[in-house]
């Protein structure tokens, strides 16, 4: 049977949550279970038959199925401050109430945090772990700043650390061999994902597309279908109808709204086409250095939030660049404000808005709505 994007998105999807309550009906997964946060080596994992899971991605999940808000309450009526990360909030929501719209993941052999992402995952994990009374590994990657050979070295000593663990964890030796070729897989991936997003400016492509289909990069992005996935969805995409140059270009600055059915204010952007968003080119890791553990390395220790400011706002600046927008929709994340500072230096019309990838309560919708107008008719008559 020939393969088709809808046959590979199904199969991933199903391998990724066949052990859920849901689906596992008290089925013990085969493999030992990690709990990851978003920017972990799961090439490693995946070498080791270790099934891995992403908390964060979940949340996301839950806010599109439209739980969120029950998860928040009951997190928060449970001791975790609203104010902390929603993503986690909304998921120690689902784990207290031991349910969700596709159950709860299987419970947690081992947690596993890294910090070139958001400084507070480490503090996520650390409950996580004494929920489940499991080990907590924290990897720290100390980024561009750091003198290249010394982080190297570093992080080689880390990334050695955790192959042992994870070797006496599955009872298995890691086989180079096999990490190597899921390594050569991830970069494949990413490869595939660039051909997609290049489409970006110049194609009538919906940014909810962008925004769900970069789950698999995530998710999956060391398994061979994916990068065969995507190449099949570039080329459908080759074949779209060319984007409406009459269209107010704008860029998306942030993460998408997770609770909304677009995954952006679509309804208030009739008149406009989304020519970039930084958020899908978070994961374009670069394994492109052919040593495993130098390409380890490079993808995990350079991630976009990683950088050093300069660098941050330059790739940014150059992606607006690029898109051509002659605005932007800011979006101010009250869970991360990582991504909202690297937008400082942007040099276009901004409308910033206050809101939450997850809680949809934070967003102000109403002013949200002036806001954009007010951007448009700024762009309209310059």
Same mark, same amino acid.
């Given at each position: 049977?020939?393969?088709?994007?809808?046959?590979?998105?199904?199969?991933?999807?199903?391998?990724?949550?066949?052990?859920?309550?849901?689906?596992?009906?008290?089925?013990?997964?085969?493999?030992?279970?990690?709990?990851?946060?978003?920017?972990?080596?799961?090439?490693?994992?995946?070498?080791?038959?270790?099934?891995?899971?992403?908390? $964060?991605?979940?949340?996301?999940?839950?806010?599109?199925?439209?739980?969120?808000?029950?998860?928040?309450?009951?997190?928060?009526?449970?001791?975790?401050?609203?104010?902390?990360?929603?993503?986690?909030?909304?998921?120690?929501?689902?784990?207290?109430?031991?349910?969700?719209?596709?159950?709860?993941?299987?419970?947690?052999?081992?947690?596993?945090?890294?910090?070139?992402?958001?400084?507070?995952?480490?503090?996520?994990?650390?409950?996580?772990?004494?929920?489940?009374?499991?080990?907590?590994?924290?990897?720290?990657?100390?980024?561009?700043?750091?003198?290249?050979?010394? +982080?190297?070295?570093?992080?080689?000593?880390?990334?050695?650390?955790?192959? &042992?663990?994870?070797?006496?964890?599955?009872?298995?030796?890691?086989? $180079?061999? =096999?990490? @190597?070729?899921?390594?050569?897989? @991830?970069?494949?991936?990413?490869?595939?994902?660039?051909?997609?997003?290049?489409?970006?400016?110049?194609?009538?492509?919906?940014?909810?597309?962008?925004?769900?289909?970069?789950?698999?990069?995530?998710?999956?992005?060391?398994?061979?279908?994916?990068?065969?996935?995507?190449?099949?969805? +570039?080329?459908?995409?080759?074949?779209?109808?060319?984007?409406? #140059?009459?269209?107010?270009?704008?860029?998306?600055?942030?993460?998408?709204?997770?609770?909304?059915?677009?995954?952006?204010?679509?309804?208030?952007?009739?008149?406009? =086409?989304?020519?970039? +968003?930084?958020?899908?080119?978070?994961?374009?890791?670069?394994? @492109?250095?052919?040593?495993?553990? #130098?390409?380890?390395?490079?993808?995990?220790?350079?991630?976009?939030?990683?950088? &050093?400011?300069?660098?941050?706002?330059? =790739?940014?600046?150059?992606?607006?660049?690029? &898109?051509?927008?002659?605005?932007?929709?800011?979006?101010?994340?009250?869970?991360?404000?990582?991504?909202?500072?690297?937008?400082?230096?942007?040099?276009?019309?901004?409308?910033?808005?206050?809101?939450?990838?997850?809680?949809?309560?934070?967003?102000?919708? #109403?002013?949200?709505?002036?806001?954009?107008?007010?951007?448009? #008719?700024?762009?309209?008559?310059?």
């Amino acid at each position: 049977m020939a393969q088709t994007i809808v046959r590979i998105q199904t199969k991933l999807m199903r391998e990724y949550y066949k052990n859920f309550s849901k689906y596992a009906k008290e089925h013990s997964p085969e493999n030992k279970v990690a709990w990851v946060t978003a920017f972990t080596p799961i090439e490693i994992l995946e070498a080791l038959d270790i099934s891995y899971y992403y908390p $964060e991605s979940y949340a996301a999940v839950i806010a599109a199925s439209g739980k969120e808000q029950e998860l928040l309450k009951v997190s928060e009526e449970n001791n975790l401050s609203g104010d902390c990360c929603s993503y986690s909030c909304c998921y120690n929501g689902c784990l207290d109430v031991g349910d969700g719209p596709r159950g709860v993941p299987p419970k947690p052999d081992v947690l596993i945090a890294t910090n070139n992402q958001c400084n507070t995952l480490p503090g996520w994990w650390n409950l996580l772990a004494k929920k489940y009374n499991a080990p907590l590994i924290v990897i720290d990657y100390p980024g561009e700043s750091a003198d290249r050979d010394a +982080a190297y070295s570093y992080v080689l000593n880390q990334h050695k650390n955790l192959i &042992s663990e994870m070797e006496i964890l599955s009872g298995k030796k890691m086989d $180079e061999g =096999r990490l @190597s070729q899921l390594i050569e897989n @991830s970069r494949k991936s990413v490869s595939a994902w660039n051909e997609i997003i290049k489409y970006q400016r110049t194609k009538n492509i919906k940014l909810t597309t962008l925004f769900d289909d970069i789950n698999f990069l995530i998710i999956a992005r060391c398994k061979p279908e994916t990068s065969e996935m995507y190449s099949m969805m +570039a080329k459908a995409i080759e074949e779209k109808d060319d984007a409406d #140059e009459n269209q107010v270009p704008v860029f998306w600055l942030g993460y998408p709204l997770w609770y909304h059915t677009d995954r952006y204010l679509m309804e208030y952007l009739e008149d406009c =086409r989304i020519v970039g +968003a930084n958020y899908v080119t978070w994961w374009n890791l670069n394994y @492109s250095v052919k040593d495993v553990h #130098e390409s380890l390395f490079s993808a995990y220790n350079y991630t976009f939030l990683n950088l &050093s400011q300069k660098s941050r706002d330059k =790739r940014l600046a150059d992606l607006v660049k690029t &898109s051509k927008a002659k605005c932007a929709i800011v979006l101010h994340n009250k869970s991360c404000k990582c991504d909202f500072v690297s937008a400082q230096n942007v040099e276009i019309p901004q409308a910033e808005l206050e809101m939450d990838m997850i809680d949809r309560n934070y967003l102000d919708i #109403e002013k949200a709505r002036n806001q954009i107008d007010l951007l448009k #008719e700024t762009v309209c008559t310059a």
